[in-house]
């Protein structure tokens, strides 16, 4: 990291649904074509060009038993999409966690993070989560990691998205634990089709704009198809300072009550206070003249006003920084520019030849924090100190001491440049009526240059903060101009320094400012190959079982995946005030074989319309962790055509990846919150209060000290992350049992309930500092690898230095019902109706953090709600459309459920959980003609905001926005 409504109303939602589904057959209607998103949850029989996302089996009639819930082309254009991860995240409950720009902005963005969207399949991690195109790899987008930058998928092209739960390893290979996201897009485009799309909040500022491009044409009779498409994307940065309320003494925290006494009814440990400020920081300087560590006055030279302390290292109505001034961009600025080609010729049946080129290009811009000093000593001497200042200054002490936080010289922050270049060759063919081959080649690379804007150099900070007057001139200059033994000069010459004014706000010389500015340049590559060959068919021409012939899959498969991280020169050095970081890189290359075997055991007998069993297998020899088997059973059984139970069990297995096992030892920054303080022993289970006894008077405290003790820094703390070169893969368990319902008597209608359940083991986890702190006083006893992992200090019992890294201590489990139900229909002389509902209820989300540890439930935690719900209602009459649409979740808790248990009084009630999510959108279109169709259509109709005391949570900040363009074709 930087240094830096009830769930009744969704029931009754969901009932007035099937209602209207049970009510709607009566009315006399014409059965409309099923759409893809209908389509694909009832399972309807695919044609064979049509890629299946879960299987290699090419049998026409196959249905996978995997549970897969599909989101077309139709759905995404009503929606009017241009960033896929955040309708995914809205629209599919599975995805609710996954990592968007608003979580890739600011300070909430890790080193090379921001812009990023990443897919989070079941809140087990974007790295547990498999992104296929066509059911193919695309290369990573961040270092070290096989996560895919969805920024880099153009959404003008996309026919359909499927998104498979369990068993994709047997299939796919490693990290597909929890399940693959599969971007199916167009194929044989012929002709020319162009759009464009403009939006913008009500607010005027968050706007985005979107175009694209395609041309495609088929040639030698329909052998040949060539399909160029260019795609362009640019969203707005929107700052905290655009939204008034979250400025100023206006933004609501919860922090510690002041006036706090436990086992008092009524009187709570955290509240909800405005104008909350950092306590002793000061943006002009925070000046102590009796090193007592109190501000004494502030850097102009007034008298510092202290303020109401809030416990915690916080103050109100005082001199201090706002904490609200640290608030930083809400959305980063993207810019993206997609190029994809697409080729195909068919030699003749046995010989056809296909080729993908894309290459995309996104530029990501965003703020966080600026730099900020503890107490610098600042010599007499300095010309710079007020003459009130000056006065109260200790001759024994010889100066002074400045607290501050330095919003004059800018906030610090990334500007990246991410290209992404992948490449598909191949070729396929049927060697005969019943034996297809495929044999492909994959290469992508992605290249990132991060630069860093607005760090410091430490040296020529020191320098310049060290001013003195020349007795020569009568001119300020450093210190170390004139006497260049004064101090070190790493990146400078003696001479060259110029001095800068902690005392006040922007009252630097501009020059002084750009000396201590450094704008550092981080560089990565990473780079995948993929060969893979398989030969399918089945068994008609020599055996059939009573449902039909065996259907089968051979192959094999080759890939190799690299990585580089360089740092700028300054940062590997530790020259700059943000974190050092060291050259990371690590390559793995991995053999694999795989076969499935499908059994039509019966299929239209009495009571067996289709029972089916299929399986599949994979072996995998990692060159970092040796040998991995993952397989998966599925069954299908429709004892008449209306009705299909299915199931899936399997074994999946994730390698770790290049970061996990190489990533080289960096420094990293935490600010605490000592689980082990009076306020907090009760958070956590019962062994913290002894574990944390035990911990502190290793650490030389007394029985008395430890019962008041307290840590008053408001600094970060710097400890080491890095990689694990000792891990093993991780093996998960899943299963997936099911039904669909398609009944005859309702044309058009699909049903799906799917149980889920995840159950991970040897999990590799790497927690936060913060989690590490808990963790270990958490655990049994103190004898864990959490608290080997921390160093408290000796007279304290401060932590002042920890190391995270991954380690395979972990278990995860989760589990829920997907309902899943599509009808499309026609109403004569009313036009076209379709209609999709996805809900998720969890049922389980549990983390043992190592072995022995006691389970720990997340479930209800924000972005991991009991109940979700997605409702889309289409209306088609000639050439006039509409769409609504509803993003639902349940409300879930400010606070983890342990904090809530181990005091009944940590938070009133009524804040006790955040509000429940209604985003209501619609849209409308109107056909001009055969090529010319215009669309408009709102987003967060309600205006939804955040729930107090947060910027980003239940929905998103931009609040209501409006877009709107046109479609046309040639």
């Not at 897919?119 to 193919?136: A, E, M, P, S, Y």
């Not at 004064?486 to 001479?495: C, D, I, K, L, Y």
């Amino acid at each position: 990291m930087f240094l830096n409504r009830s769930s009744r109303t969704a029931l009754n939602l969901a009932v007035s649904t099937l209602a209207l589904v049970g009510v709607l057959p009566t009315i006399a209607y014409a059965q409309a074509e099923p759409q893809p998103d209908a389509a694909a949850a009832a399972d309807a029989p695919p044609p064979e060009s049509i890629v299946v996302t879960g299987t290699r089996l090419r049998r026409p009639d196959y249905q996978t038993a995997s549970p897969t819930v599909s989101f077309g082309k139709d759905l995404l254009e009503k929606q009017g999409v241009t960033n896929v991860t955040t309708f995914l995240t809205t629209a599919l409950p599975a995805l609710v966690g996954s990592s968007t720009s608003r979580d890739n902005s600011g300070d909430r963005a890790g080193i090379g993070y921001t812009g990023l969207n990443l897919l989070n399949l079941r809140n087990l991690g974007v790295d547990r989560t498999l992104v296929l195109i066509n059911g193919r790899r695309q290369v990573a987008g961040v270092e070290g990691s096989q996560a895919v930058d969805i920024n880099t998928i153009p959404v003008s092209l996309i026919e359909r998205v499927d998104v498979l739960t369990g068993g994709a390893s047997a299939i796919y290979g490693a990290d597909g634990v929890t399940g693959v996201v599969n971007f199916v897009l167009k194929q044989n485009f012929e002709g020319v089709s162009a759009q464009a799309q403009a939006g913008i909040s009500k607010y005027g500022d968050s706007g985005d704009r979107f175009a694209a491009i395609t041309a495609g044409h088929n040639f030698d009779g329909g052998r040949g198809n060539v399909t160029l498409a260019y795609e362009f994307g640019d969203s707005d940065r929107l700052q905290t300072r655009d939204r008034p309320q979250y400025t100023g003494s206006r933004s609501i925290g919860f922090y510690r009550n002041p006036d706090y006494t436990p086992n008092t009814p009524g009187v709570y440990s955290r509240i909800p206070l405005n104008d909350v400020r950092y306590e002793w920081s000061s943006r002009m300087g925070a000046v102590d003249v009796n090193f007592d560590g109190v501000p004494d006055y502030r850097g102009d030279g007034k008298p510092y006003n202290l303020g109401q302390s809030i416990p915690g290292g916080y103050s109100r109505g005082s001199d201090d920084t706002l904490v609200s001034d640290y608030g930083n961009d809400l959305l980063p600025a993207i810019t993206r520019h997609v190029v994809n080609l697409n080729a195909r010729y068919e030699v003749s049946s046995a010989f056809k030849l296909f080729a993908e080129a894309k290459y995309a290009a996104t530029k990501s811009y965003s703020l966080g924090q600026p730099t900020f000093d503890y107490y610098i000593y600042v010599p007499e001497d300095n010309p710079y100190i007020p003459a009130s200042i000056r006065s109260a200054i200790d001759p024994e002490l010889g100066g002074v001491l400045v607290t501050r936080d330095n919003f004059d010289l800018g906030q610090r922050g990334e500007n990246i440049k991410r290209d992404t270049f992948r490449s598909v060759i191949g070729a396929e063919g049927d060697l005969s009526s019943s034996l297809h081959y495929e044999v492909s080649y994959v290469f992508g690379r992605t290249t990132v240059t991060n630069r860093f804007v607005n760090d410091r150099y430490t040296d020529r900070f020191n320098a310049a903060l060290d001013a003195v007057r020349d007795p020569a001139t009568g001119q300020v200059t450093c210190r170390i101009n004139l006497d260049p033994t004064a101090g070190s000069a790493v990146t400078f010459q003696p001479g060259e320094c110029r001095p800068i004014n902690l005392f006040g706000e922007g009252v630097s010389d501009p020059a002084g400012v750009d000396f201590v500015r450094a704008n550092t340049t981080e560089r990565s590559r990473i780079t995948q190959h993929v060969v893979n060959a398989s030969l399918s068919g089945d068994t008609r021409s020599f055996f059939s079982l009573p449902g039909g012939p065996v259907g089968f899959v051979v192959g094999g498969e080759y890939r190799k995946e690299s990585s580089r991280f360089v740092p700028d020169e300054l940062e590997q050095q530790g020259l700059t005030f943000s974190n050092k970081l060291a050259i990371s890189q690590g390559k793995f290359d991995v053999k694999e074989v795989f076969g499935e075997l499908d059994l039509p055991l019966l299929k239209d007998k009495p009571l067996a319309y289709v029972l089916d069993i299929s399986g599949a297998v994979r072996y995998a020899d990692y060159s970092s962790t040796g040998g991995a088997t993952t397989w998966k059973v599925d069954a299908a059984w429709a004892p008449v055509r209306d009705i299909r139970f299915r199931g899936t069990i399997s074994q999946a297995v994730r390698a770790p990846n290049i970061g996990e096992l190489y990533g080289a030892a960096g420094q990293t920054f935490t600010f605490f919150d000592d689980p082990c303080l009076p306020s907090n022993i009760g958070l956590g289970t019962s062994s913290r209060a002894a574990n944390c006894t035990a911990l502190l008077t290793a650490a030389g405290l007394s029985p008395p000290e430890i019962a008041n003790f307290e840590d008053t820094r408001t600094v970060n703390i710097s400890g080491t992350s890095g990689g694990n070169p000792n891990l093993q893969p991780e093996k998960a368990r899943t299963w997936t049992a099911g039904v669909v319902l398609q009944p005859s008597f309702v044309r058009g209608l699909a049903i799906a309930f799917d149980w889920y359940d995840i159950n991970l083991k040897q999990a590799i986890n790497t927690v936060d500092a913060q989690k590490l702190a808990e963790l270990c006083v958490d655990q049994p006893t103190i004898n864990n690898p959490f608290c080997a992992s921390l160093v408290r200090a000796q007279g304290s019992g401060l932590i002042v230095d920890y190391t995270v890294q991954p380690q395979n201590v972990a278990s995860f489990r989760t589990s829920g019902l997907e309902v899943n139900v599509n009808y499309s229909f026609r109403l004569e002389n009313v036009g076209d109706f379709q209609l999709k509902f996805v809900g998720n209820y969890l049922n389980k989300l549990t983390f043992v953090d190592s072995p022995g540890a006691a389970p720990r439930s997340t479930l209800g935690e924000t972005y991991q709600p009991q109940y979700q719900a997605f409702v889309s209602a289409s209306y088609q009459r000639g050439a006039f459309g509409f769409n609504y649409s509803l993003s639902w979740w349940d409300k879930t808790l400010r606070y983890s459920a342990d904090r809530l248990a181990g005091n009944p009084n940590y938070v009133d009630p009524k804040y006790a959980w955040y509000k429940q999510r209604w985003v209501h959108n619609i849209s409308a279109n109107f056909t001009v003609n055969k090529r010319m169709e215009f669309y408009g259509g709102v987003n967060n109709l309600f205006n939804q905001q955040p729930d107090l005391g947060s910027t980003t949570y239940p929905t998103e900040t931009s609040g209501t926005s409006l877009y709107a363009g046109f479609r046309a074709k040639f």
